[in-house]
């Protein structure tokens, strides 16, 4: 599975963006994805996460109430919709897709090249 995401930019603080990952592959449809992000200087941390139906959703604490991650399997697409944004949401989003353990990025198998999400204040 290739991963390509896109959406990314530069806003205001307060404002909203949708991330799209954009998969390749005939397996998307029966894998769990997740989208991470990270900070100049920071590991890269959990953000959302899907299960491969788009039963389940799961989010960080710091995001909780903000994000909403969907899926559309017919379209092999995720999505990451981010409201309310602050400067401190500044980094690069990763999609990635097959995990072990949703939260764990070192259990996930296919990972995008990644988007900048820049949020001024």
């Known amino acids: 599975v290739q991963l390509v995401e896109s959406g990314g930019g530069l806003v205001v603080a307060g404002d909203s963006l949708t991330l799209a990952c954009a998969a390749s592959?005939?397996?998307?449809?029966?894998?769990?994805m997740g989208w991470f992000r990270q900070a100049p200087g920071k590991v890269r941390e959990f953000v959302a996460a899907?299960?491969?139906?788009?039963?389940?959703?799961y989010y960080a604490d710091s995001v909780k109430g903000r994000v909403i991650i969907s899926r559309d399997n017919a379209k092999n697409t995720v999505w990451l919709q981010m409201n309310s944004l602050k400067p401190e949401d500044t980094a690069v989003y990763y999609c990635?897709?097959?995990?072990?353990?949703?939260?764990?990025?070192?259990?996930?198998?296919?990972w995008g090249q990644g988007t900048q999400v820049t949020v001024s204040s």
């Open positions: 990635a897709g097959e995990p072990y353990n949703y939260y764990d990025p070192k259990t996930y198998k296919h």
């Open positions: 592959g005939r397996t998307f449809g029966s894998i769990a």
């Open positions: 899907i299960s491969w139906s788009g039963i389940s959703t």
